[in-house]
């Protein structure tokens, strides 16, 4: 099975700020990969697929790059309503795994 | 966008049985391949099941093949998750989640339902 590394597993921030959350697959995936947001009882949010395209209705601060096994989802300019739990996902074939998520929160 | 709205999770006896459904409204998953994903209290997303938009083809995580069955009925625009043996480790709220590729099992879900929680505790 592919393991997905995410790092960091926490991060704070100020609104503004710029974060990078990275993902590391265990051999090569291509672009298949996919960002999703959570936050706390609330269902998960598609952002990001195919490593770099944004679902729609996703802002334009958020982006994602990556190739191979290393991946990376930035958000600039931090808002509030980014603060939430990130999860990377690869779709390079079942079983799906994700990886471990990135909470980020307020500094 | 499809709305998905989950249903059947709930307190159940370890070795017990439950049966999960996902109804979808606002459009039809007729065409699209369905997932269960899950999160257990503390940890992070897990993919469970996915099955093919016609139910022809399914595939299951290591942790719950042979227990679990995923099924849909089309014509209800439903997908069902059985899981039977069910074991304390698979506590967790359960989401089912929409395949974004039009008749295939790319593993790639754009939209995703609120989630029903299912507890196994004696």
């Known amino acids: 099975d592919i393991q997905m590394t995410q790092s960091p597993s926490s991060l704070s921030a100020s609104v503004g700020d710029r974060v990078t959350i990275t993902c590391r697959a265990s051999?090569?995936?291509?672009?298949?990969v996919a960002w999703f947001q959570q936050k706390p009882g609330k269902a998960p949010k598609s952002l990001i697929y195919a490593a770099s395209v944004l679902q729609s209705e996703v802002p334009s601060r958020i982006s994602g790059s990556g190739s191979k096994t290393e991946f990376t989802l930035t958000i600039n300019n931090v808002q509030p309503e980014d603060f939430a739990t990130y999860y990377c996902?690869?779709?390079?074939?079942?079983?799906?795994?994700f990886g471990q998520g990135t909470r980020l929160d307020l500094k | 966008q499809v709305q998905l709205v989950e249903s059947g999770g709930g307190v159940v006896q370890p070795g017990r049985s439950l049966r999960l459904a996902c109804v979808a409204s606002g459009s039809t998953i007729r065409n699209f391949g369905m997932h269960w994903v899950r999160r257990g209290p503390g940890k992070g997303l897990e993919w469970v099941a996915v099955i093919s938009y016609d139910g022809k083809s399914a595939h299951y995580a290591d942790s719950v093949r042979g227990r679990f069955t995923i099924s849909r009925d089309n014509s209800k625009n439903t997908v069902y998750l059985n899981m039977n043996s069910l074991r304390p480790e698979d506590t967790a709220t359960y989401y089912c989640?929409?395949?974004?590729?039009?008749?295939?099992?790319?593993?790639?879900?754009?939209?995703w339902g609120q989630g029903t929680l299912v507890t196994v505790s004696s």
């Open positions: 051999q090569d995936i291509s672009t298949h």
């Open positions: 989640a929409k395949e974004s590729r039009y008749q295939l099992l790319y593993g790639d879900v754009d939209d």
């Open positions: 996902q690869h779709y390079n074939g079942y079983p799906i795994t």
